[in-house]
C-alpha cells in the first residue's frame, strides 16, 4: 500500500508565492521519477514539472524561472516552490511519482489526492 499525501496549497495574491509538498509513504523500495501536475477547470491536466532520482529536472514553458522542484530522496518527498504566481497558475495540482514496491519488480505511477492553490487578488 502507498500513500501520496500533498500540503501547502491554498490562496495567494498574484505576485505572491507558495511552497507545495507531497510526502510518500507505505510499502515503499524505490521511486524513480517524481512529478507535480495541475489540473484547472474545463481543462485537461498537464505537467508542470518532473524531477528524476538523480536530480534532473524539467519544466512546462508556462512555469520556468517562477517554479523550482526539489526532492529528498530520503524522506520520500518532492516539493514545489511556486513565486511570481498569476491567476492562470489557479488549479488543483497533483502530485505523481513511479514507485515500486517491496512486494513487486516494477514502477507503477502513484498518484496524490490534489491540493487547490488559488490566485486572486
Known amino acids: 500500500q502507498v500513500q501520496l499525501v500533498e500540503s501547502g496549497g491554498g490562496l495567494v495574491q498574484p505576485g505572491g508565492s507558495l511552497r507545495l509538498s507531497c510526502a510518500a509513504s507505505g510499502s515503499i523500495a524505490s521511486i524513480n521519477t517524481m512529478r507535480w501536475y495541475r489540473q484547472a477547470p474545463g481543462k485537461e491536466r498537464e505537467l508542470v514539472a518532473r524531477i528524476t532520482s538523480g536530480g534532473i529536472t524539467i519544466y512546462a514553458d508556462s512555469v520556468k524561472g517562477r517554479f523550482t522542484i526539489s526532492r529528498d530522496n530520503a524522506k520520500n518527498t518532492v516539493a514545489l516552490q511556486m513565486d511570481s504566481l498569476n491567476p492562470e497558475d489557479t488549479a488543483v495540482y497533483y502530485c505523481?511519482?513511479?514507485?515500486?514496491?517491496?512486494?513487486?519488480?516494477?514502477?507503477?505511477?502513484?498518484w496524490g489526492q490534489g491540493t487547490q492553490v488559488t490566485v486572486s487578488s
Open positions: 505523481n511519482a513511479d514507485i515500486r514496491q517491496y512486494s513487486g519488480t516494477y514502477y507503477y505511477a502513484h
